[in-house]
């Protein structure tokens, strides 16, 4: 099996207003039966098959804006996906077309084209190829919903509330032995923009409300699952000074964090998101152009590989919005159950040459987990500290591996005991920077 869960038995990766369920850098899939790679569109060919209207005016809208704006507005962020750069060099070899067009979609032909277990309905446990209840249909489809009712339909009664939209692979196949993702999905909820120019602050229909602006990097943030990317964490304090209403580290939020705060912020993307999609899918000069870290996580006797632990690589001049990060042994073969792979390896890809960077490690916020989980520990493991490795890292020019540094290598001794063996998080204890959890948008 591939591991990676979700209540509904998918990929589907919700943001929501209230603390909820909802996903380090690099792919929301990994082919842990085989190889322990990334799953991904092959080739990074893309095709998506939007709700459309077929000439009635009134279909395919979301929320105010027409059928035609929201396709527009879709195309427009997956431009923004496959067109990142670098430090001036473009990272992604992505080609995303506009496929056949779904027609109008609502809750009475929804199980046509999105793949759910209806309710009352009883669907399959979830096994390859992942697809439950209902549809299996050769496209990717994305779907506007006007007014929440399928998204009411498919995430319970009320969720239209607070699902802003949900999204990610429903379907992967082998092909000469590489597994790759075939079919996405993505709902967006158009009830969070269904007000009408000058409506009254008191209007029913700003119950909920978000700005257009707002909506898009909601959007955007579906969008990256819908391509396979997973969630990240790296400056969650900066996350948390922000709902505290500090807003002097904003710029600082990536994109692909599990707590939706800023849409407009996350709209513009952090290194961390940049790489990630380059380790889906690298251009021909990423791999020539940048470094790459690679180190091995242990337990406390500096012998067990030690599973489940962020790993972060921050520019020394400017550490906050030049970091990337990586989840040790996510990238594993086998059983991950209770984080118990022993299985510690991380890879930082995306390091400039000539820049001198740091390594820390910490916890995953013991608040990601179900929908919120990052791979491959689902509870967070604990037991250990945060820290930070001794010295600096860099390299002279592109293509380099980097295993060691001014003063140590880049394996990585934690205080991680090595008689505690369960998953979870140490017996109860929290992450040192446990937030206001799930992936929710704050307004």
């Given at each position: 099996m591939i591991r990676k869960t979700t209540t509904l038995g998918l990929f589907l990766v919700a943001f929501v207003f209230r603390i909820s369920p909802a996903w380090p850098a690099g792919p929301i899939l990994v082919d842990n039966e085989t190889t322990g790679a990334p799953v991904m569109f092959q080739s990074g060919n893309v095709t998506f098959n939007p709700e459309t209207s077929d000439g009635n005016s009134a279909a395919g809208k979301l929320g105010r804006l027409t059928n035609e704006e929201a396709i527009g507005l879709v195309t427009e962020l997956f431009d923004d996906w496959k067109n990142m750069t670098l430090a001036g060099v473009g990272v992604a070899s992505l080609n995303v077309t506009q496929g056949k067009g779904l027609g109008n979609v609502d809750q009475t032909n929804v199980k046509n084209h999105f793949s759910y277990c209806p309710p009352g309905e009883n669907c399959p446990d979830e096994s390859s190829p992942f697809v439950t209840g209902s549809a299996r249909s050769g496209q990717s489809p994305i779907i506007f919903d006007g007014d929440g009712s399928i998204t009411d339909l498919i995430q319970g009664q009320g969720a239209s509330n607070d699902v802003l939209g949900f999204a990610g692979p429903r379907l992967v196949q082998r092909v000469g032995g590489v597994l790759y993702i075939s079919e996405s999905q993505a709902v967006l909820n158009g009830k969070f923009v269904d007000c009408p120019t000058g409506a009254a602050a008191k209007d029913s229909c700003q119950t909920p409300e978000v700005a257009v602006e707002a909506f898009k990097g909601a959007i955007f943030h579906e969008l990256g699952h819908f391509l396979g990317l997973d969630h990240v964490q790296v400056n969650l304090a900066s996350a948390n000074k922000l709902l505290a209403g500090d807003?002097?580290?904003?710029?600082?939020?990536?994109?692909?964090?599990?707590?939706?705060?800023?849409?407009?912020?996350?709209?513009?993307?952090?290194?961390?998101?940049?790489?990630?999609?380059?380790?889906?899918?690298?251009?021909?000069?990423?791999?020539?152009?940048?470094?790459?870290?690679?180190g091995v996580v242990y337990e406390s006797d500096g012998t067990t590989e030690f599973q489940g632990v962020n790993v972060i690589a921050r520019n020394v001049a400017n550490g906050l919005n030049e970091s990337v990060s990586f989840v040790s042994g996510a990238f594993y073969t086998g059983s991950a159950a209770s984080c118990n792979a022993k299985q510690g390896a991380y890879t930082l890809r995306g390091i400039v040459p000539g820049r001198s960077y740091s390594i820390e490690i910490e916890r995953i916020s013991s608040t990601f987990t179900g929908g919120s989980s990052i791979e491959p520990c689902d509870p967070p493991i604990g037991g250990f500290d945060s820290q930070k490795v001794e010295g600096s890292f860099s390299c002279s020019k592109g293509g380099d591996v980097i295993k060691g540094g001014s003063v140590t290598t880049t394996n990585i001794i934690t205080t991680k005991k090595s008689s505690t063996t369960s998953g979870g998080s140490g017996g109860g204890e929290s992450s040192d920077d446990d937030s206001g959890g799930g992936c929710s948008l704050i307004p």
């Open positions: 807003a002097t580290e904003a710029a600082a939020i990536p994109t692909m964090l599990p707590l939706y705060i800023d849409g407009q912020q996350q709209l513009s993307p952090h290194e961390d998101d940049i790489v990630s999609l380059a380790l889906l899918y690298p251009s021909s000069s990423f791999p020539d152009s940048f470094c790459t870290i690679q």
